[in-house]
């Protein structure tokens, strides 16, 4: 059973953040609008945000297997981005890296059942919906 360190857990949530920054717009046209780290960094998003993030990666990485999975295919950071990626359907994430077929599936069904997650703003700080 794989423990995960402190610096391995900062850096996934610290993926996972500028993640959500990178694949997320501001809908400010009909376009869509600017990627939100066009203009936002992880220090704009609230203590409540930031909360939740932390809670849903700890859970994510706490699953049955998820962590040995995790740490048999690479590195903490990419898995963070991957988390994001996945549970919100973007067309890639840990399915796409060719991990052996039993760690694609694990993560991918495991972070499929965190749904999907959105970044709004609201007086210039970002917040998560769901």
Same mark, same amino acid.
């Given at each position: 059973?794989?423990?995960?360190?402190? &610096? *391995?857990?900062?850096? =996934? @949530?610290?993926?996972?953040?500028?993640? +959500? $920054?990178? !694949?997320?717009?501001?809908?400010?046209?009909?376009?869509?609008?600017?990627? &939100? *780290?066009?203009?936002? =960094? @992880?220090?704009?998003?609230?203590?409540? +945000? $930031?909360? !939740?993030?932390?809670?849903?990666?700890?859970?994510?990485?706490?699953?049955?297997?998820?962590?040995?999975?995790?740490?048999?295919?690479?590195?903490?950071?990419?898995?963070?981005?991957?988390?994001?990626?996945?549970?919100?359907?973007?067309?890639?994430?840990?399915?796409?890296?060719?991990?052996?077929?039993?760690?694609?599936?694990?993560?991918?069904?495991?972070?499929?059942?965190?749904?999907?997650?959105?970044?709004?703003?609201?007086?210039?700080?970002?917040?998560?919906?769901?």
């Amino acid at each position: 059973m794989y423990f995960v360190t402190t &610096l *391995d857990f900062e850096m =996934f @949530v610290s993926a996972y953040l500028e993640c +959500a $920054l990178w !694949s997320s717009t501001d809908e400010s046209d009909d376009s869509g609008g600017n990627p &939100l *780290d066009d203009n936002y =960094f @992880v220090e704009d998003f609230t203590r409540n +945000a $930031l909360r !939740s993030a932390r809670r849903d990666c700890r859970g994510f990485i706490g699953l049955p297997g998820v962590a040995d999975a995790l740490a048999s295919v690479g590195d903490w950071g990419r898995h963070g981005h991957d988390f994001w990626l996945t549970r919100n359907g973007h067309g890639a994430g840990f399915w796409d890296r060719g991990y052996p077929a039993e760690v694609d599936k694990l993560l991918t069904d495991a972070a499929h059942s965190y749904g999907s997650e959105y970044i709004y703003v609201s007086r210039k700080r970002l917040h998560f919906g769901g």
